[in-house]
């Protein structure tokens, strides 16, 4: 069954901690994204990545760092240097034979 | 930056047709228009897009204007499922230079009401 995922739906971390988020994707897309998304808010773009071993900053990349090993896999993790890291935080993928780019259900990362 | 203006919210009647502006006045003779939905806590889904013509599938309809500086998403007899917020965005074709900058705004919040 292709699709997005992320892993997982609900995460706790202290304060201070650094915390990875995980998505995978078997759609065979060059493209992926990371969004953070806040209460009321919209989605704000975090980092993308046309290709493996490439990356590039969005609009709120500090303080959140990620990597891009494989196609498969974009995990993104939230350091401690983050001021205000809990909110839903989203991933999506896109390729070059599709019109349309693929969200994964998301993360919800409260810390505390 | 998102490039597109939508309303903060709009209601709609259930059973009538939902009408969603969205302005994007700095559209590049390149870029689409994309529409997606986010129902409460869930990841985007993707509905429609179109570049000049109208278009409609199974979930709506994308009426573009002329000048492509603004379009409206239809949906045609709107059911509480259709609650959500729905985002325009402006991109250019996924084989495209640039492609891969997906912004999104805060969209239009719709509230089917009963």
């Known amino acids: 069954d292709g699709g997005i995922t992320q892993s997982p739906k609900y995460l706790f971390r202290k304060e201070g901690q650094n915390v990875t988020l995980s998505c995978e994707q078997n759609l065979n897309h060059d493209a992926m994204y990371w969004y953070r998304q806040d209460p009321g808010q919209g989605l704000r773009l975090i980092y993308y990545?046309?290709?493996?071993?490439?990356?590039q900053k969005g609009d709120i990349a500090e303080g959140y760092s990620v990597s891009r090993e494989k196609k498969e896999s974009f995990p993104l993790t939230v350091t401690s240097a983050q001021k205000n890291p809990t909110a839903f935080y989203l991933c999506?993928?896109?390729?070059?034979?599709?019109?349309?780019?693929?969200f994964g259900q998301g993360t919800r990362l409260t810390v505390v | 930056d998102a490039k597109t203006t939508q309303p903060t919210s709009m209601d709609c009647a259930e059973g009538r047709a939902a009408n969603l502006p969205c302005n994007h006045s700095t559209i590049s003779g390149n870029e689409y228009v994309y529409w997606y939905r986010q129902i409460h806590s869930q990841g985007p889904q993707y509905i429609i897009h179109?570049?000049?013509n109208n278009e409609t599938n199974e979930m709506a309809s994308l009426i573009i204007t002329e000048d492509r500086k603004s379009s409206t998403l239809i949906l045609p007899h709107a059911t509480l499922r259709d609650t959500a917020v729905y985002y325009c965005?402006?991109?250019?074709?996924?084989?495209?230079?640039?492609?891969?900058?997906?912004?999104f705004g805060t969209g239009t919040r719709l509230t089917v009401i009963p």
């Open positions: 965005i402006v991109r250019v074709a996924p084989h495209q230079t640039g492609a891969n900058n997906l912004f």
């Open positions: 990545s046309q290709i493996v071993n490439d990356f």
């Open positions: 999506a993928s896109s390729g070059q034979e599709s019109t349309e780019a693929f």
């Open positions: 179109g570049l000049k």
